[in-house]
């Protein structure tokens, strides 16, 4: 069978030392409720990476991306079952217009100081990636997390 992942986005924004969180609790029945999350959603047909994380950005939250940066790409395999395969681009927003509100239909906003993010209820899986996210290293990465059962069971990262 061929591999045919879920093809996504997913924006950390940054602002003042914080970034710009989603706290997943509007709908009971979401796979990620209670979970802490960046900002995005799946792509659509005939759009690129970065349309859809700046229409995912307007959507969830209001604003537009002036300065953004690919920093990386995820292959979550086995993300939702053992055939709910996820693929990801990663982006850092550090610049944009407009203003967050408070809510979204996901759930809450908040403004999170970024020595306090690892601290969040998040995807275990989380944890891997977001170190690399906000380093100082500007070449991008490539992660594999693979999850059995719900967690993930490792990960391999590629810098080029």
Not at 11 to 29: K, N, P, Q, T
Not at 34 to 49: C, H, M, S, V, Y
Not at 102 to 126: S, T
Not at 136 to 159: K, S
């Amino acid at each position: 069978m061929p591999y045919a992942p879920v093809l996504t986005t997913l924006a950390y924004v940054v602002r003042d030392g914080r970034v710009l969180m989603c706290h997943r609790i509007a709908r009971d029945a979401d796979e990620q409720y209670g979970k802490w999350n960046g900002l995005g959603g799946k792509l659509e047909q005939g759009e690129d990476a970065a349309a859809g994380i700046i229409r995912e950005l307007a959507e969830e939250a209001g604003i537009v991306p002036t300065a953004m940066t690919l920093r990386g790409t995820l292959n979550w395999p086995g993300f939702s079952g053992p055939d709910g395969h996820v693929f990801g681009m990663v982006f850092l927003v550090t610049a944009f217009e407009g203003e967050p509100p408070q809510r979204n239909v996901e759930g809450d906003l908040a403004w999170i100081p970024l020595e306090d993010l690892m601290g969040l209820d998040m995807w275990e899986g989380d944890r891997y990636f977001l170190p690399l996210l906000f380093d100082d290293d500007p070449r991008p990465f490539h992660a594999v997390i693979p999850y059995a059962d719900g967690r993930p069971a490792g990960a391999t990262v590629t810098r080029l």
